[in-house]
């Protein structure tokens, strides 16, 4: 008679999100990032010389900002638009982890006056690209 296999081999069985994460779930996570970056950045723009270290974070802070705001549109979007799979809590926060990025490249550059209309469009289409394949390797992946 065969016996069962090990527990070692059996797949576990995790309990898989039929849908995306709430709105309300990333509200508290969106309004201590958006908190942070943007009192932040009005404490730095008023109080600060724009000087080596104050440089650096405001970019640090503008990417917090833009991340925490655009946390609420991302969960929301991935909620209107589903996918099969379904967008987990972490690919919401990576998308909108990108977009804080993609914004403050976009400042980064502009400051060292090099921002062309065909470099934004560049950028926003190798991040979506990215954000595409990621996705994509998260859908094929196989699961018994």
Known sequence: MLESPSPIYQS???PIPMTSPSIRS???AAALLAV???FGLVYLIIETLPTLGPRWLFFFLSVLALTGTSLPVAAFL?????TKPPA???VVVRESALVGIYFATLTWLQLGRVLTLPLVLLLAAG???TEWLIRLR???RWEP
């Open 26 to 28: 990333t509200l508290p």
């Open 138 to 140: 998260e859908r094929s």
């Open 12 to 14: 576990t069985n995790l």
């Open 127 to 129: 991040l979506a690209l």
């Open 36 to 38: 942070i970056g943007w």
């Open 88 to 90: 987990s809590r972490a």
């Open 78 to 82: 991935n909620r209107r638009f589903p």
